[in-house]
């Protein structure tokens, strides 16, 4: 709920100055030449900061005894005036070293003295330099309301340098600017700021010249300029002017206008008259104007200019952000009290939105009465069949702020129907906790006694077209209602068929709720592996099956149960040797033998096993893996018994645990694991990998039990091992 204040303020704050923001940044990087420009000037002598008055002035009055003013820019050019040896009046940039003259000052260009009013009034006088104030004001409010965004985003303070994912383009820039440009911008923020503050007099920077007792000056000892104390110990660039004596009249003195003080100087005896200090202010002043304009050093002038130009991007990339935020809003045709179909999102940018939406409006297409909310608007659907789910995951495996309100709600308003529901988790694996907040969410669903599961969870991720449309085919199976990957998800997704051939298609006597085995050649090598999935089409229409693979020894083998009138089995069990068959084989990567885990535990029912034979056949490097397989009865087990046993002394599979469902004893795939809870949940302390496959019921028993085993052995919900990658599933 916080990071929506901040966020919101940072948006409000940006809005309500971004007109002034962008002519302010503008006219700040034409003003960062000026000191550039400025400083390229060869006026600035060598070893300049080390000059003392008492080395210089003397030489000075030398060479101009008409020297009436002598002063030192923010530059550390050093100029005088008064009059030459003719009597001619002399305004001139001079060597302070040995008086030489070095150039003439120019005054500022027509362009930058143009510039320099709109930056600083807008040419609106007082009223113009009151809202440029007001603009420094909220800049720095909105950079502090950034930099709070920035250190929610990174996860605290002390993970405020570390890397960013990148993920989305406008947001990624945003943030990485952000963080490099946050200090120059604090800065100028700041030094605006007090600037104006000092402007309408808010600040007080009065200076007082000091009071000097002509009664108490002194005629007497007469000393040279060069052994007066105080040019001695004061540097040239601590001075910002220095009147010299009309004449040599003892009352006549020297004043030197410094950056922090005014001091009186007795011509004659060099002894300080008198001494006027400026308030604090004045130095937090001249300090804010060197911050502000870069006067005194070209490279900050420069940094100065970059920060400008960010700031420009920031107005850019800030908006393109809140434009694809708000594009995700959508007016729904049908009430959440009505519809058949609720689409419920989790959505911090509006990218997981847009996916939704996208299977809102094909059901909206198809005839069905669907409403689409953020999870946050979670309630009543009395009329609702389907509740799908699509959320993104934020910071470490939380809700989106559209769904930080769903867990509490759903425990409170529980539906009066059966619901069928299937959740869709969007995320990045630049993440360690990779969509844990879609795992959380199907964890609770699957404990509500009105939900249904329709599929098993299914990832995006990196909002990948691919992924989206695994779901969207295991979905539309389940639902009837077809739903594809639009284009507005992505326009260039096209799966390619493939042609293969029947090698083998038995038992021939297979009946009804029994399975058999389709033994597949591909006429070309193509990059499938176990755990694939392939899609056909039995009627030539838009009507699509999938199937798990398994890949052994070349061949894809596809393990089917047979159902009464189900057009994708029926079909397949009508393929005879030789037979060619199109297909397209889909990618699913999540569910691939996982290469880099230590050891591999695989659970199956039914046909589930599938994708395991080839895996076991793939573990070539004999890394301990364990299946755990329920079946009917003994004989569905037969057909595999000799390939595992095979594996086994192969050393590609190390344990093996059959359950029977419908023998003498009972047994289902999840008793088996609740027997060894202890084996289990050291297998995930050690880094382990369970992979499940099989029916959606079969993995809802299996998952409760894992939920406690390591919500009690290990401390850590099922959904911490799920978004690291621990436990990978694909049921159906
Ligand atoms: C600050 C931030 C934190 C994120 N944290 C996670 C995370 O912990 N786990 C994850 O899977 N994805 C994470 N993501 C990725 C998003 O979930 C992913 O990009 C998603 O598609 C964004 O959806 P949205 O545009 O609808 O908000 C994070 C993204 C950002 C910007």
Not at 587 to 599: C, L
């Amino acid at each position: 709920m916080t990071i929506s204040i901040w966020r919101y303020s940072h948006l409000a704050l940006a809005i309500s100055s971004f007109f002034l923001l962008i002519l302010a940044s503008v006219t700040g990087i034409i003003l960062a030449f000026e000191p550039v420009s400025a400083n390229l000037q060869p006026y600035r002598v060598k070893h300049f900061d080390e000059l003392r008055l008492a080395e210089t002035l003397p030489v000075l009055r030398t060479a101009y005894p008409g020297i009436t003013e002598l002063s030192v820019n923010s530059q550390g050019f050093v100029q005088i005036k008064g009059s030459d040896d003719e009597g001619q009046e002399l305004t001139a940039y001079v060597d302070p070293r040995n008086g030489r003259v070095l150039g003439k000052p120019v005054p500022q260009s027509a362009f930058f003295q143009w510039v320099t009013a709109l930056h600083r009034s807008l040419f609106l006088h007082e009223t113009g330099r009151f809202f440029i104030g007001l603009t420094s004001f909220l800049l720095l409010l909105i950079t502090i309301s950034g930099t709070i965004l920035l250190i929610q985003r990174q996860r605290g303070v002390r993970r405020f340098f570390s890397r960013i994912a990148k993920d989305d383009s406008a947001q990624y820039y945003h943030v990485v600017l952000g963080r490099l440009s946050l200090i120059p911008i604090i800065l100028i923020a700041l030094s605006g700021t007090y600037l104006s503050l000092v402007r309408f007099e808010l600040i007080d920077v009065s200076k007082h010249s000091p009071e000097v007792d002509f009664d108490a000056i002194k005629s007497a000892p007469l000393r040279k300029t060069s052994e007066f104390e105080i040019f001695k110990t004061t540097k040239l660039s601590a001075v910002e002017s220095i009147a010299f004596p009309f004449s040599t009249d003892v009352e006549d003195y020297y004043t030197l206008k410094l950056k922090t003080a005014e001091i009186a100087v007795n011509q004659v005896t060099g002894e300080v008259l008198a001494r006027a200090d400026y308030p604090k202010a004045v130095s937090f002043t001249n300090l804010s104007l060197d911050l502000h304009t870069g006067r005194a050093n070209s490279i900050w002038a420069i940094v100065l200019a970059v920060a400008s130009v960010n700031i420009l991007v920031f107005i850019y990339t800030g908006f393109a952000i809140t434009l694809k935020r708000r594009s995700s809003r959508t007016k729904n045709k049908f009430t959440a009290e009505e519809s058949k179909f609720v689409i419920l999102v989790g959505s911090e940018n509006g990218s997981t939105f847009r996916f939704a939406k996208a299977i809102h409006n094909q059901l909206l297409k198809a005839g069905e009465k669907s409403f689409i909310s953020e999870m946050n608007n979670y309630g009543a659907f009395p009329k609702a069949a389907h509740l799908i789910v699509v959320t993104a995951t934020y910071g470490l495996g939380d809700p989106p702020t559209s769904a930080a309100k769903f867990k509490a709600m759903i425990e409170e308003y529980p539906q009066q129907q059966s619901i069928h529901y299937s959740v869709l988790g969007f995320g990045s694996k630049a993440y360690p906790e990779f969509c844990k907040f879609a795992y959380d969410v199907n964890y609770l669903l699957s404990a509500q006694a009105w939900a249904l599961s329709a599929t098993d969870i299914h990832t995006v991720n990196d909002k990948s077209p691919q992924e989206f449309s695994l779901w969207a085919e295991a979905w539309s199976q389940q639902s009837g209602v077809q739903v594809t990957v639009a284009p507005e998800c992505y326009s260039g997704y096209a799966g390619k068929m493939e042609k293969l051939q029947t090698r083998s298609n038995y038992p021939e006597t297979t009946l009804p709720g029994e399975s058999f085995t389709v033994s597949l050649k591909m006429r070309k090598r193509l990059p499938v592996k176990s755990g694939d999935l392939m899609a056909i089409y039995p009627l030539n229409d838009h009507r699509e099956r999938l199937y798990s693979i398994g890949v052994i020894d070349g061949e894809i083998r596809l393990n089917v149960k047979l159902h009464e009138g189900g057009i994708g089995s029926s079909f397949l069990r009508q393929l005879k040797a030789g037979q060619m068959l199109k297909a397209r084989i889909i990618v699913n990567k999540h569910f691939h033998f996982p290469k880099g885990a230590p050891e591999v535990l695989m659970i199956s029912n039914g046909t589930g096993i599938a994708p395991f034979l080839g895996m076991i056949n793939e573990n070539s490097k004999h890394k301990p893996c364990h299946l755990y397989c329920g079946f009917r009865e003994h004989a569905s087990y037969e057909r595999y018994r000799a390939y595992l046993d095979d594996s086994k002394a192969q050393s590609k599979l190390l344990s093996l645990y059959p359950a029977f469902s419908r023998e003498t004893t009972k047994q289902y795939v999840s008793d088996l694991i609740e027997r060894d809870a202890d084996f289990i949940a050291n297998l995930l302390k050690r880094g382990g990998v369970i992979m499940i496959c099989g029916s959606l019921a079969m993995l809802k028993d299996v998952m409760d039990i894992l939920e406690g085993i390591c919500q009690s052995q290990t401390g850590k919900g099922i959904s911490f091992y799920q978004s690291h990658n621990q436990v990978l599933t694909d049921c159906y």
